[in-house]
């Protein structure tokens, strides 16, 4: 009965991709249900941030296709597949450092509604009062409010982070992909961003998630797919991956159980 109702809205088919001899990523087929977390882990240099890259159209696979709700991805540039709702924190965050935090959050929804050759400024103005009381909430929610005028420049690693899952969330994006969205952060502002992202599922958003901190993985993943030298080695709920001795082995080595701290 359940698995009659499951919408898959992210199918990656088959996916191969090689720089020159190196097989980043081998017969990768992955399936993403709406409304859930799906994360993805594996040892540095496993092809994660290369999927991703993938499945936002920045990298083109050497063959295999990406489908979003019906829609193949592959081929579409990068703001193409944006505007189909697939937004994306990368993990070296990308921001206008020159503008205020505030301006920051609010430009992509401008891109977004705008268009980049239909600004009509009585509108816009209008929009614009709705858009800064929308960015001034979520920057509330990713605790980043007090730094609201602060050149974006400034910030730091962590604060960064934060602010681009900001300017993600602005987009009410279908599909939200993170590329270690806590990296640098500490344990306290990590909480928060983990209490933030549980919020964001509470409201239905679908996401995958790549990410090395265990702490955060087993805090929010309802599927856990585990990539080791660029294939799928195992794939699950995260208890039976936490359990698997293929896991454990292939991701630490067997030095080390994988825990949920
Ligand atoms: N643009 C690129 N050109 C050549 N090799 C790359 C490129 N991007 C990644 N790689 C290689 O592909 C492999 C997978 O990298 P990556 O996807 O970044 O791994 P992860 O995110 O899991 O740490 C690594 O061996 C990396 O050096
Ligand atoms: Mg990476």
């Given at each position: 009965m359940a698995e009659a109702t499951r919408n898959i809205v992210l199918h990656v088919s088959d996916v191969h991709k090689r720089f020159g001899g190196l097989h980043?990523?081998?017969d990768i087929d992955l399936e993403v249900e709406e409304g859930k977390t799906h994360a993805i882990i594996g040892p540095n240099g496993a092809g994660k941030s290369t999927l991703l890259n993938v499945i936002v159209g920045r990298l083109a696979p050497t063959s295999g296709a990406v489908v979003f709700d019906g829609q193949v991805l592959t081929g579409r540039k990068p703001h193409q597949i944006n505007q189909l709702g697939v937004a994306r924190v990368f993990q070296t965050p990308e921001i206008f450092?020159?503008?205020t935090v505030l301006q920051n959050v609010m430009a992509p929804a401008f891109a977004k509604r705008d268009g980049a050759f239909r600004i009509n400024i009585v509108r816009a103005l209008d929009r614009e009062t709705e858009i800064r009381e929308e960015a001034e909430a979520i920057l509330d929610d990713v605790g980043l409010i007090d730094r609201r005028d602060s050149h974006a420049g400034a910030l730091s690693r962590g604060d960064k982070r934060r602010m681009e899952l900001a300017m993600c969330l602005i987009q009410h994006p279908r599909l939200l992909l993170l590329d270690e969205p806590t990296a640098g952060m500490s344990r306290h502002d990590t909480n928060t961003t983990i209490d933030l992202l549980k919020k964001i599922k509470a409201r239905g958003m679908t996401k995958v998630i790549i990410e090395h901190d265990m702490h955060v993985v087993f805090s929010l993943a309802d599927k856990i797919s585990v990539l080791s030298g660029g294939r799928i080695i195992a794939e699950g709920l995260p208890d039976d991956v936490r359990n698997s001795p293929k896991v454990q082995e292939a991701y630490l080595g067997g030095a080390h159980r994988l825990e949920a701290h």
């Open positions: 980043a990523l081998s450092p020159d503008l």
